[in-house]
């Protein structure tokens, strides 16, 4: 008889560690590692076929907003077919231990682009938890597709100490005692488990709801002596801090530098921001982020990382439905009006209309957009003859400006004007350059949320494709060994979490996937109604020739398109990752070399 349960047979075995791959047999027993043998193993109850397959550490998603979905479909089936096993939660601020179900949907559904009502009946119908530890005890009882771990956040400790109305005033500041209440309801969280805090200091992320809308999230408002009382606890612990500066103020950066430095026999503070990305609006920005963080991390012995999307950032928008809206005044004036009819009036005023054009032409300052209406397709209207051009192309033929015809557009259309564009990493070179940095963290696809404006769960498959193709057309930018090394091992182990490493003993959380379909990977993206948020149609990608089967916790959950029976409902795959005191990040072992990848 087998002493496994699982075995995959024959794939070229990659460890997370940075190790070059090795053809091996995978034994399964539980949710563990049993063997990993180049000698064939007895035949097993459950066999998977890895021959000419890659078999990799379950890819780890850091920067998700899955926190109102893993309530009411906490298979994560989106993320789980693109090999993504283990995914962290309670990002930019907002998590749901503390607050309650009207403050959740306040803070998460502008900032996020998520339904009003999705979150608010998630928290409402499934709280069932009292504190950090029961919260995750509750998670820990669904029937988990993925692994899930958690940042709490600050936002969240915020409205539970002071109330909204007073997180989100300006003029008003925490007593000590209430300062004292935050500490200790974050030391409860990293005592239940929690990797860390995460916060937001971006002045354009906003509240939704009726009382106080257009506020922005309640940890913008915290003063630099409140960040430092909070971070004190993350040094103590050796857990994380994962923030976006409000980068209009490039000097907040050097705070957050500041607060991670480990001189003078102090302990760095590991600190994830947001983000990196090679900006269209100011190209030169990235290697500047860059060559600073490199230059603080070695002076200062800061630990600062910058999670970067390693894709093209190519965003859609439903009418004026897009964040990046809110980094400029008339911009977010619209989506101030939470009405159409109300905003229609509004964008065809005439006053209304000077102030776009104004803040449209300005090319100074600090902005993410472009705001460049020629870089700009226009892929769905009620009016066929306009789709396919940018909206330079509709002024042109009107003959009137490019905003003009924007605002034209939105006002006689609303929502059904369906365009996009691309914001950053347009620049393969750059990207690949970007993928080297050791300042960089991989992730940032902000899962879960957006799900009108964006589809980047398959950002993991997309590294892995352009390493691939690069390194079979004799022009390598990172071995694949390092390239999955990046996704997984330095992932769980910055984070503190057992997650990413393929080694006997660990967890079996495991992707296997098929090269040919990782090299022919299609970037198209297509739309899915999800029943349990009111059949809002999700932009997704469906790339079911890449993943050959995702095993959760031992057992396999996807396969080629098809998920286990009972996946999402009855059958109990992920587990809580719990993080530990603090995991030291582990460098890529020196065999990182480009041997044995052609799969």
Known sequence: MSDHELVIRGGLVFDGAGSDPVRADLGVTADRITAISPVPLPPAPRELDGTGRWVLPGLLDVHTHYDAEVLVEPGLGESVRHGVTTVLIGNCSLSTVYADAQDCADLFARVEAVPWEAVHDAVKRHRDWADPASYLAALGARPLGANVAALIGHSDLRVAVLGLARAVDATQRPSGAELAAMREKLTAALDAGFAGLSTIRSSFSKLDGVRYPARQLPSTYATWREYGALNAILRDRGRVLQCT???????????????????????????????????????????????????????????????????????????????????????????????????????????????????????????????????????????????????????????????????????????????????????????????????????????????????????????????????????????????????????????????????????????????????????????????????????????????????????????????????????????????????????????????????
């Open 245 to 599: 500066p409000n980068l209009t103020r490039r000097a907040e950066v050097a705070r957050f530098f500041a607060q991670s430095a480990g001189l003078l026999h102090r302990t760095p503070l590991h600190t994830s921001l947001l983000s990196a990305a090679d900006i269209k609006a100011n190209p030169g920005l990235i290697r500047l982020l860059t060559a600073a963080t490199r230059a603080a991390n070695r002076l200062g012995r800061c630990d600062v990382r910058w999670q970067h999307l390693p894709v093209p950032f190519e965003v859609y928008a439903d009418g004026v439905d897009l964040v990046v809206f809110e980094e400029f005044g008339s911009g977010a004036a619209a989506l101030n009006v939470r009405d159409e009819i109300a905003r229609g009036r509004l964008l065809a005023d005439e006053d209304y209309r000077r102030w776009f054009r104004r803040d449209c032409a300005k090319r100074f300052g600090a902005r993410v957009w472009h705001r460049d209406l020629s870089d700009a397709e226009i892929v769905g209207c009620p009016d066929d003859s306009v789709v396919g051009l940018s909206f330079a192309d509709v002024g042109a033929r009107r003959r009137i400006a490019a905003t003009d015809a924007f605002l034209d557009l939105v006002v006689a259309h609303g929502p059904a004007l369906r365009w996009r564009t691309t914001i950053a990493n347009h620049r393969p070179a750059v990207l690949d350059r970007i993928a080297r940095s050791p300042q960089i963290q991989l992730g940032f696809a902000d899962s879960g949320a957006h799900l009108r404006n964006m589809a980047f769960y398959n950002h993991g498959l997309r590294l892995l494709q352009r390493v691939y193709r690069a390194q079979r057309s004799g022009a390598p930018f990172l071995p694949l060994p390092a390239a999955v090394h990046r996704l997984t091992g330095e992932l769980g182990d910055w984070y503190g979490i057992d997650a990413g490493h393929l080694r006997v003993g660990g967890r079996a959380d495991v992707a296997v996937l098929d090269p040919a379909g990782v090299a022919d990977l299609p970037q198209e993206y297509h739309e899915e109604p999800m029943p349990a948020f009111g059949g809002l149609r999700r932009m997704v990608n469906r790339n079911d020739d890449a993943v050959a089967a995702t095993v959760v916790g031992g057992r396999v959950v996807y396969e080629y398109g098809r998920f286990a029976e009972g996946f999402g409902t009855t059958l109990r795959a992920g587990r809580v990752l719990p993080a530990s005191r603090g995991v030291a990040p582990r460098p890529p072992r020196s065999g990182c070399g480009t041997g044995g990848i052609t799969g």
